[in-house]
């Protein structure tokens, strides 16, 4: 928002406490950025901008002497014109908010976004599950199926198992949704948290494992020890 100075009147104005010489109508004097706090101080151009004198311009419209003389001092100015404001509406109360949603940039940006491919949600699939059997067990409500539309980007694996027992986690994979499921990745828990011979597997910006259609989920590989909770967690993006 700029602060632009127009004398009215048909003669010079100076405005001593700045230095400056506001030359008659119809010329105008931009304050520099690096003096807004000289001119925020100065009692000489709130007087000339009180008579009439002065009139404030904030870069798109005159303000009146109330509007023009806070915008002086630093304070911000209590009414706007907003572009594609059309209902009129006035900032100043406790409630109000700034309208600031560019709907054209919006458009513009998501259709770059769009062209590149770059369009994200991201993905976080967790949940802690009590071990009851031997077996090879699904955990539940860890199940993701990639949107139509859609590539699933892979970020991280992990978990941890509060058993003193080494036990394993499996991602699976189904593509197309039928058929058999086939892993992708296989971590090692021990109590509290991955072995040593383990850490969390993680893959940056992430990689590709899944189109439209696949499905995931994790499993605990079958043990005679499969006893506790275990916490698993993938995160990703649909791309």
């Known amino acids: ?5 127009k004398n009215t009147t048909v003669s010079n104005i100076s405005i001593t406490d700045t230095g400056v010489v506001l030359l008659a109508s119809p010329n105008t004097y931009t304050i520099p950025e690096q003096d807004y706090l000289l001119w925020a101080a100065s009692s000489n151009i709130i007087t000339q901008i009180g008579s009439g004198n002065v009139l404030v311009n904030d870069g798109s419209s005159d303000l009146s002497i109330s509007e023009g003389s806070d915008l002086i001092k630093g304070i911000f100015p209590k009414e706007l014109k907003l572009i594609g404001n059309t209902d009129l509406t006035k900032i100043g109360n406790l409630t ?50 990639v949107p139509a539309g859609k590539a699933f980007l892979l970020t991280s694996f992990m978990g941890s198992y509060d058993n003193p027992a080494t036990i394993h986690l499996r991602l699976r994979k189904q593509t197309g949704g039928v058929g058999a499921w086939n892993q992708l990745c296989r971590i090692t828990l021990e109590v509290g948290g991955q072995g040593q011979s383990t850490i969390p597997l993680n893959f940056g910006n992430g990689i590709k494992i899944g189109v439209a259609g696949d499905k995931f989920k994790v499993t605990g590989e079958a043990s005679v020890k499969n006893k506790g909770t275990i916490w698993s967690c993938f995160t990703g993006a649909e791309v």
Not at 1 to 5: C, G, T, W
Not at 116 to 133: D, K, M
């Open 1 to 5: 928002m700029s602060k632009i100075l």
């Open 96 to 145: 109000d908010k700034l309208k600031v949603v560019d709907q054209d940039a919006i458009i513009v940006l998501n259709a770059i976004a769009a062209a590149l491919g770059v369009t994200t949600a991201g993905i976080f699939i967790e949940n802690e599950y009590q071990l009851s059997t031997t077996a090879e067990t699904d955990i539940p409500s860890m199940t993701y199926t």
